[in-house]
């Protein structure tokens, strides 16, 4: 894979001349082909259409090109006319720093006449000790090789624009019979996904192009009329400037401003006009990113802020200035090559914008790497968009099952698994603290006796898991007692009958969740034949039936997998003794204030 990355780097940089024009002649075909479609679509022919579309927009950009450089040729005149405000400008702002190196400059000279003439040399110059200097001057340059340099730079940039406008009509005018051709080249045997390869990077590289190009234009006619309304000179040429430095990502509009703040600080004698310039452009970066980018294309391209930047300096070496302006669009391009080939998926994860772990492993990712506050963070952002139940179910229940996972097969230490628990035991704290608590339905407590018992299968893991359940049972108006530690199986069954419930929610955490279940399943039915059992196998990744079937089958087993289908279970367990009208409610025994203590401890 590196052997073939740097021969590709090799021959993109080797036939940057061949690349540069007709991968610019592909990014405007892209861009100009909805242009195209919508002139067919009205009857108009394809030639026609074609011939309409390139003639429109290499006039539009021809003009803009000249327009550019009437305002330049304009402009060079009176820059030295300017000289005199810039080093008035120049002397105000560092007055202070101009007078210590004037001291110190002055100091130096008076130290340098102070110091004794060096002696003559010995021997006089063209002695063996002391040759003559040697200068080699250039044959002066002849007007006739200056008119030629300066040709064959027009000439160039003239055969390259003929070159990439010649490309577009034609790629404009096959361009069905083109895309057939690469599909069958470059997806022979699958063809579905070359397909919806190439319908992915066209959509997605023409609409960042052609909203880009809306946007850019609205800009540098913004900035036109807002540096005219100032008073800075050839606003035109630093409209049309900002509108094509703006598709150098980031560092390109504070180019373009970087100009018109110099000149406006250059024609004024005073700082309104600077002052007025540099807000200008502020206020419409700030438009422009926060209303009328994500109005328009949004984060179509799917691309990070770090991979646009990586992309603008890698295309600028290779390429040069041409690399620079093209560097989004070909990134976007491996981007979506690395979203539907297989052998190059790591270009969607270095160059894409989306996340690359789950939450549920992003958290235990931060709690391996022992940043608490982080994972705290993680908690905390997906409680403001989801209800606590799911997101004990979605990110703290995998996270512990992937911690006990770990820990059985012996990838984690001791500490840091101890570490990991007791984080998540914090968190789920966390969460209960503020929050109001759920009036107590008295009628349901004394009809279910003491309430609600949870008890864990076997360990801290099981025991934290309860504590879940049973925070998410006492927010919803449940009597719950929490048994958060793990004494043997007897002792267990004597606390339920001392508690004299009629529910028990048993937590069992992968992977030996079915065996510590079954086996305090067994005890417990073996003494209370009509006691209700919720086994929460929680984040199951196997079959609940079958894990059914080794528990006991019956009326009385309720196996679930989440937290939520627990707490629904409760609800449908309790609701129809607390509907009963004739039923009347027994006292509830002095025990029942320790049911409603759910302090772990």
Same mark, same amino acid.
């Given at each position: 894979?590196?052997?073939?990355?740097?021969?590709?780097?090799?021959?993109?940089?080797?036939?940057?001349?061949?690349?540069?024009?007709?991968?610019?002649?592909?990014?405007?075909?892209?861009?100009?082909?909805?242009?195209?479609?919508?002139?067919?679509?009205?009857?108009?022919?394809?030639?026609?259409?074609?011939?309409?579309?390139?003639?429109?927009?290499?006039?539009?950009?021809?003009?803009?090109?000249?327009?550019?450089?009437?305002?330049?040729?304009?402009?060079?005149?009176?820059?030295?006319?300017?000289?005199?405000?810039?080093?008035?400008?120049?002397?105000?702002?560092?007055?202070?720093?101009?007078?210590?190196?004037?001291?110190?400059?002055?100091?130096?000279?008076?130290?340098?006449?102070?110091? &004794?003439?060096?002696?003559?040399?010995?021997? &006089?110059?063209?002695?063996?000790?002391?040759?003559?200097?040697?200068?080699?001057?250039?044959?002066?340059?002849?007007?006739?090789?200056?008119?030629?340099?300066?040709?064959?730079?027009?000439?160039?940039?003239?055969?390259?624009?003929?070159?990439?406008?010649?490309?577009?009509?034609?790629?404009?005018?096959?361009?069905?019979?083109?895309?057939?051709?690469?599909?069958?080249?470059?997806?022979?045997?699958?063809?579905?996904?070359?397909?919806?390869?190439?319908?992915?990077?066209?959509?997605?590289?023409?609409?960042?192009?052609?909203?880009?190009?809306?946007?850019n234009v609205t800009y540098g006619i913004a900035v036109a009329i807002g540096l005219s309304l100032i008073g800075v000179p050839n606003a035109i040429l630093w409209g049309i400037l900002a509108t094509v430095l703006r598709f150098v990502p980031y560092i390109g509009p504070w180019i373009a401003a970087a100009m018109p703040? #110099?000149?406006?600080?250059?024609?004024?004698?005073?700082?309104?006009?600077?002052?007025?310039?540099? %807000?200008?452009?502020?206020?419409?970066?700030?438009?422009?990113?926060?209303?009328?980018?994500?109005?328009?294309?949004?984060?179509?391209?799917?691309?990070?802020?770090?991979?646009?930047?990586?992309?603008?300096?890698?295309?600028?070496?290779?390429?040069?200035?041409?690399?620079?302006?093209?560097?989004?669009?070909?990134?976007?391009?491996?981007?979506?090559?690395?979203?539907?080939?297989?052998?190059?998926?790591?270009?969607?994860?270095?160059?894409?914008?989306?996340? %690359?772990?789950?939450?549920?492993?992003?958290?235990?990712?931060?709690?391996?790497?022992?940043?608490?506050?982080?994972?705290?963070?993680?908690?905390?952002?997906?409680?403001?968009?989801?209800?606590?139940?799911?997101?004990?179910?979605?990110?703290?229940?995998?996270?512990?099952?992937?911690?006990?996972?770990?820990?059985?097969?012996?990838?984690?230490?001791?500490?840091?698994?101890?570490?990991?628990?007791?984080?998540?035991?914090?968190?789920?704290?966390?969460?209960?603290?503020?929050?109001?608590?759920?009036?107590?339905?008295?009628?349901?407590?004394?009809?279910?006796?003491? #309430?609600?018992?949870?008890?864990?299968?076997?360990?801290?893991?099981?025991?934290?898991?309860?504590?879940?359940?049973?925070?998410?049972?006492?927010?919803?108006?449940? %009597?719950?007692?929490?048994?958060?530690?793990?004494?043997?199986?007897?002792?267990?069954?004597?606390?339920?009958?001392?508690?004299?419930?009629?529910? %028990?929610?048993?937590?069992?955490?992968?992977?030996?969740?079915?065996?510590?279940?079954?086996?305090?399943?067994?005890?417990?039915?073996?003494?209370?034949?009509?006691?209700?059992?919720?086994?929460?196998?929680?984040?199951?990744?196997?079959?609940?039936?079958?894990?059914?079937?080794?528990?006991?089958?019956?009326?009385?087993?309720?196996?679930?997998?989440?937290?939520?289908?627990?707490?629904?279970?409760?609800?449908?367990?309790?609701?129809?003794?607390?509907?009963?009208?004739?039923?009347?409610?027994?006292?509830?025994?002095?025990?029942?204030?320790?049911?409603?203590?759910?302090?772990?401890?």
């Open positions: 894979m590196l052997g073939s990355l740097v021969v590709v780097v090799a021959a993109l940089y080797l036939a940057k001349d061949v690349l540069v024009p007709f991968t610019l002649a592909v990014l405007l075909s892209f861009l100009l082909s909805p242009v195209c479609d919508w002139l067919e679509r009205r009857r108009l022919g394809r030639i026609p259409a074609v011939v309409l579309t390139a003639t429109l927009g290499f006039s539009l950009l021809g003009l803009a090109a000249w327009i550019a450089v009437i305002q330049v040729t304009d402009l060079a005149p009176r820059v030295p006319e300017y000289q005199s405000n810039i080093e008035a400008k120049l002397t105000s702002v560092n007055h202070y720093f101009v007078d210590a190196l004037s001291k110190f400059s002055r100091t130096a000279e008076d130290a340098g006449q102070k110091l &004794p003439p060096a002696e003559p040399a010995e021997a &006089p110059q063209g002695t063996y000790d002391r040759p003559y200097s040697v200068r080699v001057l250039s044959t002066p340059t002849s007007p006739l090789q200056i008119f030629g340099g300066m040709f064959g730079t027009l000439l160039e940039v003239l055969g390259t624009t003929g070159i990439v406008i010649i490309l577009v009509i034609f790629l404009l005018a096959r361009r069905e019979d083109l895309r057939d051709r690469f599909i069958w080249l470059a997806g022979r045997g699958r063809l579905t996904v070359t397909t919806q390869m190439l319908e992915d990077a066209a959509t997605r590289v023409s609409r960042y192009l052609s909203m880009l190009g809306v946007i703040i #110099g000149l406006s600080m250059a024609i004024s004698t005073g700082w309104t006009a600077p002052i007025l310039t540099i %807000v200008m452009f502020v206020m419409l970066e700030l438009f422009s990113n926060n209303v009328m980018e994500p109005w328009l294309y949004g984060k179509k391209t799917g691309m990070s802020a770090v991979a646009v930047l990586m992309a603008a300096v890698f295309w600028t070496w290779l390429w040069g200035v041409a690399g620079l302006l093209l560097a989004t669009p070909l990134t976007v391009c491996l981007l979506v090559v690395g979203k539907h080939v297989p052998q190059l998926s790591f270009l969607d994860i270095l160059l894409g914008n989306e996340p %690359v772990f789950e939450p549920k492993r992003r958290i235990y990712q931060r709690l391996l790497a022992g940043d608490q506050e982080e994972a705290i963070e993680l908690f905390e952002d997906e409680l403001e968009t989801k209800p606590l139940v799911e997101v004990y179910d979605t990110l703290l229940i995998p996270a512990l099952a992937l911690s006990e996972t770990h820990w059985h097969r012996g990838d984690l230490d001791e500490a840091r698994h101890k570490f990991i628990l007791q984080s998540l035991e914090a968190m789920i704290r966390e969460s209960d603290e503020g929050r109001p608590e759920a009036p107590v339905d008295v009628a349901i407590d004394a009809q279910l006796r003491h #309430g609600i018992l949870c008890l864990p299968a076997h360990d801290e893991a099981d025991a934290i898991a309860g504590m879940m359940l049973a925070d998410l049972l006492q927010s919803s108006g449940y %009597v719950v007692k929490l048994v958060s530690v793990t004494p043997a199986a007897s002792e267990l069954v004597e606390l339920v009958e001392r508690s004299n419930v009629r529910v %028990v929610c048993i937590s069992a955490t992968p992977p030996a969740a079915v065996i510590h279940a079954r086996l305090l399943c067994k005890h417990l039915r073996r003494r209370f034949p009509e006691l209700q059992l919720i086994v929460g196998m929680w984040n199951a990744q196997f079959d609940l039936s079958k894990a059914s079937k080794r528990l006991g089958d019956g009326d009385a087993m309720h196996v679930v997998a989440t937290l939520a289908e627990a707490q629904e279970r409760v609800r449908l367990l309790i609701e129809p003794h607390s509907s009963r009208p004739d039923t009347a409610a027994p006292p509830v025994p002095d025990c029942a204030a320790a049911a409603t203590d759910s302090d772990p401890s």
